[in-house]
């Protein structure tokens, strides 16, 4: 990307009013590290929260209004360049988890749009189809709008991709796409709800045909959790719990410690609704043992203990199913493991009330 003669000057006053020259150059600024760092993410996500006050609708409005000036005067090579930088910007903003969340993607949606006139399907099919699957992604999250129509945006964005991005032209990104094209059919809200579980059960099982466990190990182990949780709404938790066995094959305690936490604690609450109290411990048990992996790798008393809160629920539902099963000895193991006064008061009582911890299934990836 060019260097362009605007300055910032990276200490502005607070107290002093933004001006659309401050905006601009922060703009510009942003866009020429994304152009020459974009492999050190930490430094544009420093930028981008030394900046917090800039991400807003006058930001948004800035960049559609330099981006649309811009092509008009550069030549087609640059415009192509900078165009590639700001659908990269806009991939990595939907992913920045300061700020204000909502107008985060409403950037990463205006970035997309305004190189259209650039990345266009003729002369970019590449390019034009990875815009497409980052903007589905950005509508299947999206705050603002309607959910209902934002995904069926996402969709339209993801079979729009999924004209370029061919099993045999790119098998890969056809793979990636079609996982996203089952999370969006997943939480589809217009039409007809099992039609729409169907279709993303048929989406992640195309992706299946090129993420296989000894090609791709983590996109495979994913989209079986993906499916376990399509199974699980349609009743099926003997089919649920098979995927999210597969997913734990590579989902470790010691590789993949948050991956292994969801997916243990989705196998044992599928497992603990019907009452399958092996499966149950099953999946607890390792879920437990992702928590304490997690803990031990951190370096703070207080993080330690948003590691363990954030999993309490897992230890309480550990001790009941002991309870249940009368092992009382090993339930009060994982009281004294969980560290946790309320889960003592409850185990004095011998009923730890499974609803107050619920039994929701979470996170796609």
């Not at 981008?48 to 800035?62: H, M």
């Not at 165009?83 to 107008?103: D, H, K, M």
Request: charged fraction near 20%; glycine fraction near 4%; aromatic fraction near 10%.
């Amino acid at each position: 990307m060019s260097e362009l003669n605007l300055t910032g000057d990276e200490n502005n006053n607070a107290c002093m009013p933004l001006t659309p020259q401050d905006y601009l150059d922060f703009l510009v600024s942003i866009l020429q590290l994304t152009a020459d760092d974009n492999r050190d993410l930490q430094k544009v996500y420093s930028l981008l929260q030394e900046n917090l006050t800039k991400l807003d609708e006058t930001f948004i409005n800035i960049l559609r209004y330099w981006a649309t000036s811009t092509w008009s005067g550069v030549q087609a090579e640059e415009a192509l360049i900078i165009a590639a930088v700001i659908v990269n910007f806009s991939n990595l903003i939907r992913s920045f988890p300061y700020g204000n969340i909502a107008t985060n993607l409403e950037i990463a949606i205006a970035g997309c749009e305004v190189v259209a006139p650039i990345l266009t399907r003729e002369a970019f099919p590449e390019f034009w189809a990875t815009t497409q699957n980052i903007l589905g992604a950005v509508y299947r999250i999206r705050i603002a709008g309607d959910r209902a129509l934002n995904l069926e945006q996402a969709i339209s964005c993801y079979q729009n991709a999924l004209q370029v991005r061919t099993q045999t032209d790119f098998p890969e990104n056809w793979a990636e796409t079609q996982n996203n094209l089952g999370n969006a059919y997943s939480e589809r809200i217009s039409g007809i709800r099992e039609e729409n579980l169907d279709l993303a059960i048929s989406a992640y099982q195309a992706a299946l045909q090129v993420h296989t466990r000894e090609a791709f190990s983590q996109e495979w182990a994913k989209t079986h959790n993906n499916l376990a949780l399509v199974y699980r709404e349609r009743g099926q938790s003997f089919e649920a719990i098979t995927h999210l066995r597969s997913a734990l094959e590579v989902y470790t305690p010691t590789t993949f410690p948050i991956e292994c936490l969801v997916c243990g604690r989705n196998l044992g609450n599928i497992a603990y609704t019907i009452k399958d109290w092996d499966k149950a411990i099953e999946g607890y048990s390792v879920a437990i043992a992702a928590v304490e992996q997690s803990r031990s790798w951190v370096n703070t008393d207080k993080r330690r203990q948003e590691v363990l809160g954030a999993a309490i629920d897992v230890y309480a539902k550990m001790v009941q199913i002991r309870i249940n099963t009368a092992q009382c000895d090993r339930a009060l193991e994982y009281v004294e493991r969980s560290k946790t006064r309320n889960l003592v008061e409850l185990l004095v009582n011998k009923n730890l009330y499974p609803s107050r911890f619920g039994t929701k299934l979470i996170r796609k990836f």
